[in-house]
């Protein structure tokens, strides 16, 4: 897949399609993962948007950011609408309403629209079979109404709602794994990504949106905001997420696993957690318990991908 | 070329539906909507209806799925009731100030709890300030003709406003009635393609749903509030262009011997019929009662109605939801601010009946009738409640 990486370089496109002059915060990294996301998909697309912080900092009336045609329905519904433009596409093209240029359909949503509130439209449209890329940018809270916790925030981070007190160390649950559950519905490509890697990110656009079926895109999007780090820091929590392992970057394409961004060795964990703000509290308990987990989590990926 | 025939009234909503030529049905079962849902699969299966049915595993999705199938260019449908309009309830409002032009059949039944499967109005009342156009129809035939009106004044690009067509379940749904058929290409005369003014393609970039803020927000639901009393003359024109074509005239409001009525009945839905026979009865006893039956619930046709009700002492208003702790019945508070500022106003009696399946008869009409006119009615009242 190096050729991919050669190939995809010398293919994205100069022109932005979410334009600057947004209102995110300084460093978002959902912001530029957005960004690098719809260059790889380039101008033949639809995107329907769930309500979060891209919504908002991207289509406050009468301005716009967007240079597609896009779409904001509600926060948990974004999958079922993207099945409704893919069902209208496909009809009215078989009718010859419209031209049959092939046209791409996406979904995206942050993690609290795709694995709390948005998991049953998504469920639905992925069971359903609609041929569309759904991308969950995951900055692991609902930070568009002030970094509330959701299922995909990781265990022991002090969120508003999973406050690190003197009794409870923060979130007392484990990361909900989104992607195993687009794997669970046999899917032909599911995906992990951040945009601290931006070439293996623009490839797995690339192949999701040319799968015949639904994909499912995992984006971890390094938010400053909520997580208490500066805003320069972004591209480097991103890779440090990957490198200890945190966040793994892998694809699994019509079932088959594959580590994307492979490591001999992964860097100690407490390089990642301990600066962030919302994981500063840790004690050494918790952080051994982090610990084992994402050891376990690493090795059967790594088992995964070596069948 | 006319083709009259017997059969359920479901099936002679789906069958309209079908001669629409929609694109997009997505719809998730409930009682009492099933049959409609079912029909409308059965004939995309067998290639009778060139369309996309998608089955969504719930009303949210039905709504939203719709909402991006019709914002694609895509003429699309749905229908429910109760529950499935509860569900949906976020999206509805979201459809209509989009200015999207769908349709959707609400098959009328109660909300829960407790639990009933059965006919009254509170699933729609509980949407009343949506931003839809809402009718009501009585019969197989209002039924079916309004499939057709319904695409026709929704996609008028003088509207561009969603259209809710409400019937009652069961006791309209359910019932074996005979229904005038349209052949397709009178239909397609008076229905051409669907043509929409903004679509969401690659071929022009487009923003849809945007957020406002405080400094537009007003603005906007001002906007939405004139588009929708500013569609009433088009729906006026649909219901003409509709009766010249097929020889059935709709009105707003339908007046059945209100001319020289002193007590008049007010009605939505198929209760207009049971009530008709009791006006019927009145009068041979040589009482001078009417009824109205409201057909156009938004916009609501105030100079319609208050014209057809000139002259009459009191009206009696049947209502067929509650509004808990509230000054009445949902219609009948309506009516009551809308004559509230003309000088002569009639005596406005607000009887909640009818509720979750219970039956309202001839007789029950009737003695609604005795104790409005003897003057011993209070304003409001939930009928017939047993001790
Ligand atoms: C039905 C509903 N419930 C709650 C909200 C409030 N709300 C809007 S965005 C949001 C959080 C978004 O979180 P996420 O999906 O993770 O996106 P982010 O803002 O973090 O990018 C919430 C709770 C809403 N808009 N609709
Ligand atoms: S709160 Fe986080 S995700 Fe939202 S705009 Fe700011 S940096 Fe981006
Ligand atoms: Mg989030």
Redesign the pocket.
């Known amino acids: 897949m190096n050729d991919a990486n050669v190939y995809a370089v010398k293919t994205l496109t100069k022109k932005e399609y979410f334009a600057p002059g947004h209102r995110?915060?300084l460093g978002?990294g959902?912001?530029l993962a957005v960004r690098l996301v719809h260059k790889a998909l380039g101008r033949n697309v639809i995107t329907a948007s769930a309500t979060g912080?891209m919504e908002i900092?991207s289509s406050p009336f009468p301005l716009t950011s967007w240079e597609i045609p896009w779409i904001h329905v509600a926060f948990e519904n974004a999958a079922a609408v993207a099945g409704g433009i893919e069902a209208a596409l496909k009809v009215l093209q078989r009718k010859g309403k419209i031209s049959d240029k092939k046209v791409s359909v996406v979904a995206m949503a942050g993690d609290g629209g795709t694995v709390d509130i948005g998991l049953q439209a998504l469920s639905g449209a992925m069971e359903r079979g609609h041929k569309f890329l759904y991308v969950c940018y995951d900055?692991e809270a609902y930070?568009?109404t002030g970094v509330q916790r959701s299922s995909a925030t990781p265990f022991g981070a002090h969120t508003t709602t999973s406050p690190a007190g003197t009794v409870v160390p923060g979130q007392v649950t484990w990361k909900k794994n989104m992607p195993e559950i687009a794997v669970a519905h046999k899917i032909p490509y599911v995906a992990t990504a951040t945009p601290s890697y931006p070439l293996d990110l623009v490839n797995k656009i690339k192949k999701g949106i040319a799968a015949d079926g639904p994909a499912y895109v995992h984006i971890l999007?390094v938010?400053?905001?909520?997580w208490g780090i500066a805003s320069e820091e972004t591209i480097k929590f991103g890779r440090l997420a990957v490198q200890t392992g945190f966040f793994p970057l892998y694809e699994v394409e019509n079932g088959k696993y594959k580590i994307t961004v492979d490591f001999e060795e992964l860097m100690p964990l407490e390089q990642y957690l301990l600066p962030q703000r919302r994981f500063r509290h840790l004690a050494e308990d918790t952080l051994g318990y982090i610990r084992g987990r994402v050891a376990e989590q690493w090795e059967e990926l790594q088992k995964r991908s070596a069948e | 070329m006319k083709k009259r025939v017997g059969m359920e009234v479901s099936f002679a909503a789906a069958e309209a539906v079908k001669l629409c030529n929609v694109d997009v049905v997505a719809a998730y079962p409930i009682t009492p909507q099933t049959h409609i849902v079912e029909r409308l699969s059965e004939y995309v299966a067998n290639g009778e209806l060139d369309a996309e049915f998608v089955p969504v595993e719930s009303e949210h999705s039905a709504l939203s799925l719709c909402v991006g199938s019709q914002a694609a260019g895509a003429r699309s449908f749905t229908c429910t009731s109760s529950q499935g309009l509860a569900l949906m309830n976020e999206i509805v409002y979201i459809t209509s100030s989009m200015r999207l032009p769908m349709v959707m059949m609400l098959v009328n039944r109660s909300l829960s709890g407790p639990l009933s499967i059965w006919n009254d109005h509170s699933d729609v009342m509980s949407i009343r300030d949506c931003g839809w156009i809402q009718l009501f129809v009585k019969n197989s035939q209002e039924v079916f003709d309004h499939a057709f009106i319904a695409y026709k004044i929704a996609e008028d690009h003088n509207v561009l406003l969603p259209v809710i067509i409400n019937f009652d379940g069961f006791i309209l749904s359910h019932m074996f009635e005979s229904v005038e058929l349209m052949e397709p290409d009178v239909v397609q005369q008076y229905l051409p393609p669907y043509e929409p003014k903004y679509a969401l393609h690659p071929d022009r970039a487009l923003t849809m749903g945007t957020y406002g803020m405080p400094a537009v927000f007003t603005e906007a639901k001002k906007a939405q509030d004139e588009a929708l009393l500013a569609s009433y003359p088009h729906i006026l024109e649909a219901w003409k262009a509709w009766g010249d074509l097929s020889g059935r005239h709709y009105h707003p409001v339908e007046e059945f011997l209100t001319k020289d009525a002193e007590t008049i009945f007010v009605t939505l839905g198929s209760f207009g019929e049971t009530a008709g026979e009791a006006v019927k009865a009145l009068r041979e006893k040589g009482h001078k009662a009417g009824l109205l039956h409201l057909r156009l619930w938004r916009p609501f046709p105030f100079d319609a109605f208050c014209q057809a009700i000139q002259g009459a002492r009191n009206l009696i208003v049947i209502d067929r939801a509650v509004s808990f702790g509230g000054p009445g019945g949902p219609v009948a508070s309506e009516i009551r601010s809308a004559l509230y500022n003309k000088e002569k106003r009639p005596g406005v009696y607000s009887m909640i009946a009818g509720l979750g399946g219970r039956d309202v008869t001839v007789r029950d009409y009737m003695q609604m009738f005795e104790s409005v006119t003897a003057g011993k009615a209070s304003a409001y009242e939930i009928f017939g409640v047993r001790g």
């Open positions: 995110s915060c978002c959902e912001a912080c900092v900055n930070m568009n999007s938010c400053p905001t909520g």
